[in-house]
């Protein structure tokens, strides 16, 4: 082996850029020392000997396919990985234009708001042509932010999807939401915008509040946090509900809209700070609740573990802190195979 | 000193098609450095699920930042790049127990860390892994990075110089480091 051989020769070879006389004079120095073949075969196989321990091909169809499913995201939407640090503790956006509503609902306060819950305000078909052609996506162990041509900012939580049409903006902005988004509206008294979340319109004219439309949930719940709501359902004569900064408007799936004073309105916003907040909710629905977050899928064992009531807060806390907790709290326990996690009954 | 016929080579023509929007050739690019990109961020993350969304949140992004994102140092260049950036994020916010950008320039590394390997693999390549990952121990991981960069995915000198921060000397300084390592080996056994 000699020392005096052109290591450039050898490293073009293995990165395939060897010229037809860098193949020569390879073959002149493998042929002069039958460990020259030892060293560029070892060479050779270094890459594999360094790459992963799982030669398993990758499956780059599928792959392939939740990246097309992908592509339709709104360009400007800036995904927040949830594990990292989400959100700042203070989840107020700069405002540079803030203007107080007031004619569409007469209301005392600064920054009245309106939100209006309409059922099926659109046709079907003319909401698809309308709302469908733009969509920001937050997948799950996500959260997408993003700023709309008004100026309207949006975060979307975990396992969450909003779409709205290219004329948005154009007399009406209107959006379709499916999951879970905290919206802080620029108000435009002549273009309202309007929410349109699993069969409910909610429509503001500037104003921050969360709509929380989980297919899990029986109901739809619109939290302000500041101005105020007008809440009611479209084709429905009844006067329209109000609901004031600090309160909770709900449309349960009957459409009976109930309103109601929130005392803990950072129950409704914590995850926009990064946080998990499970407050009285069944276990099944917890197990949702932490599969979008977590991107697994949880599965409770037992229909009446699955009931069992459960209150929690984490904050940053990463799943398996997260499941010990609701362990210990349940007298339950858990096992993760890869992203599925199954959660039962300690006996 | 690019070989014209290289396979791993990204024409210019996909770059130009994709600022156009063509999804064909998002798709054509993805088909080509999904595994490479995928190998790579598994050596960061040493978790092959957390490595593939890794690499397909890039491609999103890739598509929706696709007018504006700056391809000077080439486009293959810039993905592998991407994933080194994406994934020392990722590991500053959850796998704490080492500082990465520290560890590159340190030994051992790959060492403590390698998960373990499967059981059904052939006999005499896990012997010939095991008996070259041992003579490459005491090397830096930066090391093994350009390597793997070099021999295994085919990147040019420059392009891992752009990727790792580092110069185009330094590439070759590692190189040759990584090949002298392998030749005393293969003195000290054929002995």
Partial sequence: ?347 | MIHPSKSTAIGTDLVERLRAGDARALEELFRQQYAPLCRFAERYLRDRAAAEDLVQDLFAALWARRGRIDLRGGLRAYLFASVRNRALNVRKHHLVESNWERDEAAPEVRVLHRPPRRPDELLDERERNARLRAAIAHLPERCRLVMQLRWQEQLTHSEIANILGISVKGVEIQLTRGLRTLRTRVRRDAH
């Fill in chain 1, 1 to 347: 082996m000699s020392d005096s051989f052109d290591w450039r020769i050898i490293d073009r070879h293995l990165a395939g850029e060897a010229s037809p006389d860098d193949e020569a004079a390879l073959a002149a120095w493998l042929a002069s020392d039958p460990r020259n073949a030892t060293l560029l075969n070892d060479a050779r196989a270094l890459g594999r000997a360094l790459g992963p321990s799982d030669d398993a091909p990758w499956d780059v169809d599928h792959a392939w396919s939740r990246v097309a499913a992908r592509m339709h995201e709104h360009p400007d939407g800036d995904i927040i990985p949830l594990r990292a640090r989400a959100f700042p503790r203070t989840a107020t956006f700069a405002r540079t234009q803030r203007i107080v509503a007031g004619a569409a609902v007469v209301l005392a306060a600064a920054g009245v708001v309106a939100v209006v819950l309409q059922r099926q305000a659109m046709r079907p078909a003319e909401s698809q042509r309308r709302l469908n052609r733009h969509e920001v996506v937050a997948a799950v162990a996500q959260q997408t932010r993003v700023t709309l041509d008004d100026g309207t900012q949006v975060v979307l939580n975990a396992g969450s999807r909003l779409r709205y049409g290219d004329d948005f903006g154009r007399g009406t902005r209107d959006v379709e939401l499916d999951g879970e988004g905290y919206f802080d509206v620029v108000h435009d008294e002549s273009r309202p915008f309007r929410v349109h979340a699993r069969g409910s319109v909610a429509q503001d004219v500037g104003t921050r509040f969360v709509v929380r439309a989980y297919p899990e949930q029986r109901g739809v719940d619109v939290v302000v946090t500041e101005g105020a709501v007008s809440l009611h359902r479209a084709g429905a004569s009844a006067t329209p509900a109000l609901v004031a900064a600090g309160q909770r408007g709900r449309v349960d799936s009957s459409g009976a809209i109930t309103v109601a004073a929130e005392l803990d309105l950072d129950r409704w916003t914590e995850w926009t700070r990064g946080g998990i907040v499970l407050d009285g909710m069944t276990l099944e629905d917890a197990a949702l609740e932490l599969g979008r977050r977590f991107g697994v899928r949880v599965e409770i064992r037992g229909d009446d573990f699955a009931r069992r009531r459960v209150s929690a807060r984490f904050h940053d806390e990463p799943l398996p802190r997260v499941l010990d907790a609701l362990a210990v709290a349940l007298g339950g326990t858990w096992t993760r195979d890869g992203q599925r996690i199954v959660f039962a009954r300690a006996d």
